[in-house]
């Protein structure tokens, strides 16, 4: 029998019609000799019925032998008539739900064990642990859940293939294998049995080769990248994970915004049939900061934060006093009309969240009370500062206030943690919303407070923005970000030798340094390389977040555990030492080559 529609291809049109339908037996049930089957396939589910009474006599033991070994989950094939379910049994959730399909023959094609979970569509709080899921990673794909996610994904992928096509885009795929750099994550190494000793690196990105397809006249590429990072798993992080990278040459920066703006907009559409509004809303490194708390601010909700360290300047409280000597701040942030929602008790649980998860020094309140603004320290502020914060908060009657205090940028991602939190908890953080936004006027450089040292705010490629020994010199970098995660960076690059290197240098490199980590990539620099620049965005990410996962680990095929483990085959495992001995390892380890961490059996 071969298949000719899919589990959740037929409809009412193909009543009277053969059909034989292929896929795995979801539930199965016998009615007093009629047997019923929910047999499933990625496209939907469709009821079988076999019935002794509309089957050819002949036919009857034959058939009933077969289906008695369907054993949940076993791979079947099943022939019949397509005909209209007995009025008061369809299912109208069901796109399949109005027919069903009479058996006149059946085939088991592999029976399956007893499942170690239930396949079936789960209510919320009833699927198995995570790590079980990914034991048997193989069975969660069965689940409806899961195979929409892996579709919405493709459909997602395809469409910006399409719309980057239409652009001139070309595809490229650049090597897995390269060298280790100094710069990012860590690097997983690969040993090369040819060049005993000598390591391959996996890319943690396809930054530099693509930036060597502009210099080669690639004016347009794009890539869905797999790249690789030996950090810390999270919900928004695998050692593995996808990327949509793209490089543009003879740009600037609204260029590149406007092109990843007139892709999302199509993929929106494809998705949706509606339009998304664009231009997305733009707004600056600092000014995220001290509105949001963050430099991917979730601009869904409000609980923005306000600058109070002028009005309380001169408090006499001594904890501000002490904290604005320093050269920190002092901000604040009105839960308005939800303030009654929050009561002493509540509002201690806060104080204890931002010294334990915020990692804050403390947390300030007020309430707005007959006109003024109470609390337990009011009486060490002076009427006419705190009618300046009352003023500065917007605060009306009841309305309560928290104050935060401490180093510029600390207190406020503290805060923007507190934030969150308090979001949360009153249900101001909108489930069917999708806020996209540019972070911009990024600097050039981090420097570290005590040491002096520069790093580079997103990499030492981005294209300065003025002269790089200033002190607050910006980078043409920018971020886009969706309800508060970092999608994706980009910028314009640096495509002058002369200010690569000294850019490298700005940052703690020496000369020997540059010369051996990057001196093919400024080489190729001083032939002719074109202004460029491109971004890339985590396609596992934006996945998630259109679907409301959790986790990516949801979006993604085959991922790794918390741990970055695979549970699926059990990697990473041990090497055997003659695999270790071809790739002369072991020979290696015992002349003094240091290794690092690989596993390596003495």
């Known amino acids: 029998m071969r298949r000719t529609d899919t589990c959740g291809g037929l409809r009412s049109s193909d009543i009277g019609r053969r059909a034989c339908l292929q ?83 059946a085939v088991l094609l592999n029976r399956s064990a007893s499942p170690p979970f239930e396949i079936g569509d789960q209510k919320e709080g009833v699927l198995p642990n995570e790590d079980t899921r990914m034991r048997y990673r193989y069975l969660d794909l069965r689940r409806t859940e899961m195979v929409g996610a892996l579709a919405f994904r493709s459909r997602v992928v395809h469409l910006m293939r399409q719309y ?28 090369s049995r040819r060049h005993p000793g000598k390591f391959y690196a ?14 080669g006249g690639i004016d347009r590429y794009y890539q869905i990248a797999r790249c690789f990072r030996d950090e810390d798993s999270r919900k928004d992080r695998q050692p593995e994970f996808t990327q949509i990278d793209m490089e543009m040459s003879f740009v600037d920066t609204e260029d590149i915004l406007g092109t990843v703006e007139g892709m999302i907009a199509a993929v929106w559409e ?71 929602e929050v009561g002493r008790n509540e509002v201690d649980r806060y104080i204890q969240f931002a010294k334990d998860k915020a990692k804050l020094g403390g947390l300030t309140w007020m309430r707005c009370e007959d006109g003024v603004l109470t609390s337990n320290i009011a009486k060490y502020f002076t009427p006419g500062i705190l009618e300046g914060i009352k003023q500065a908060l917007k605060a009306e009657e009841g309305d309560l206030v928290f104050l935060i205090a401490g180093p510029w940028k600390a207190t406020y991602e503290g805060g923007g943690i507190l934030r969150r939190r308090i979001a949360e908890d009153l249900g101001l953080v909108p489930d069917d919303v999708f806020q996209f936004s540019w972070l911009v006027d990024c600097p050039m450089f981090e420097v570290d407070p005590v040491s002096g040292k520069h790093d580079a705010f997103h990499h030492p490629f981005v294209l300065p923005e003025g002269d790089i020994d200033a002190k607050d010199v910006g980078g043409a970098c920018f971020d886009i970000c969706l309800n508060g995660n970092e999608l994706g960076s980009g910028s314009l690059r640096i495509h002058d030798a002369g200010l690569q290197r000294a850019v490298l240098k700005k940052i703690g490199m020496s000369d020997e340094e540059i010369e051996r980590d990057f001196g093919w990539f400024i080489e190729a620099l001083g032939y002719g390389a074109p202004p460029h620049g491109g971004i890339a965005m985590g396609v596992d990410r934006l996945i998630a977040i259109l679907l409301g996962r959790d986790t990516i680990r949801d979006v993604i095929a085959f991922p790794k555990n918390k741990k970055a483990v695979s549970l699926l085959d059990n990697s990473p495992e041990r090497i055997d030492d003659g695999k270790l001995e071809e790739l002369q390892l072991l020979s290696l380890a015992a002349d003094g080559l240091d290794l690092g961490d690989f596993d390596i059996d003495e």
Do not use: C
């Open 202 to 215: 996996l890319p943690q990105s396809p930054q530099l080769f693509k930036q060597m397809l502009m210099v």
């Open 270 to 340: 494809g998705l949706y049939g509606t339009e998304l509004e664009t231009p997305f809303p733009r707004i600056g490194y600092r000014e995220a900061i001290e509105r949001f708390g963050s430099d991917k601010p979730d601009m869904r909700y409000g609980l923005e934060f306000v600058k109070l360290t002028e009005v309380v300047r001169d408090a006499p409280y001594e904890i501000f006093k002490r904290i604005i000597g320093a050269g920190g701040i002092v901000a604040g942030i009105n839960l308005g009309d939800r303030s009654s």
């Open 23 to 105: 896929g795995w037996v979801r539930f199965s049930r016998d009615h007093g000799g009629v047997a019923f089957v929910d047999l499933a396939d990625r496209y939907g589910i469709t009821q079988v019925v076999f019935d002794p009474e509309d089957t050819a006599e002949a036919d009857v033991d034959r058939i009933a032998g077969v289906m008695g070994t369907f054993a949940r989950e076993s791979a079947v094939s099943v022939e019949g008539i397509v005909r209209r379910r007995v009025e008061g049994t369809d299912d109208a959730r069901n796109p399949t739900g109005e027919v069903e399909l009479l058996v006149t023959d």
């Open 164 to 191: 980057l096509e239409r652009n001139s885009f070309l595809e490229v795929e650049t090597p897995m294998l390269g060298r280790s750099t100094p710069e990012g994550a860590r690097d997983y190494v690969v040993p």
